[in-house]
């Protein structure tokens, strides 16, 4: 049984309840469904909570899969913790304002990669910021220029959206992948796609936003130089 993913459906939902299925090698807690993030694409996994019936509390730390086949996701407990039993139902408490950062970091990306049309090769988010790397032969980056044509975006509000497509329907319009480093997770059969309306549209796993208002005011914080081609460029919320 695969650990069904919840912040797939709702991104927004901080609370639920599960069931353990089991204890990996490490301490990793698997449930049957979850609402945390694990680390991928460049975005940290999730942090938070458990609550058990019994009253104590387990503090998340990190949030991994646990295979390489992404059927199942580890919860890492803090250190010693006394972990549950494998049947029992926890009441899993999301981390949100962390949560919610990542998100808001990680639409104003995909943005970010609009208004600099060119390879991505590289990416990480952070809480309250972020960046990317892209493949840009020598040129003059403004960041004061860059920071204005992002928050115009931003400032639009557009919506988010989610479509699915087949494998075979992604390898057939591969310019929908931007990230040359890191590809979309493939592997189900089906590849989930983020429309941010009339502008933007790739695939992604990652939590966003359902509008990009909400990003708030962003800076370009620092272009650096990483090799002959690689420009990095960095992102903070305001």
Partial sequence: MSTKLLFRTDAYQTTATA???AINEQGGIILDRTLFYPTGGGQPGDKGSFH???????????????????????????PEIT?????DTVEMQLDWDTRYSHMRVHTALHLLSV??????????????EGRLDFDIPDSILDKDQITAQLQAL???????TEAWITDAELDANPELVKTMSVQPPRGSGKVRLINVQGVDLQ???????????????????????KGKLNRRVRIALV
């Fill in 115 to 128: 208004v600099l049309p060119y390879a991505v090769t590289g990416g990480s988010i952070s809480v309250g």
């Fill in 52 to 78: 058990l019936s019994d009253g104590r509390e387990i503090p998340i730390v990190n949030t991994v899969w646990d295979d390489a086949e992404h059927t199942h996701i580890a919860h890492i407990p803090a």
């Fill in 83 to 87: 972990l549950p039993n494998v049947g």
């Fill in 203 to 225: 695939p992604c796993g990652g939590t966003h936003l359902k509008r990009t208002g909400e990003i708030g005011r962003v800076a370009v914080t620092k272009i650096e130089k």
């Fill in 154 to 160: 931003i400032d639009q509000d557009l919506p988010l």
């Fill in 19 to 21: 069931q353990v299925i």
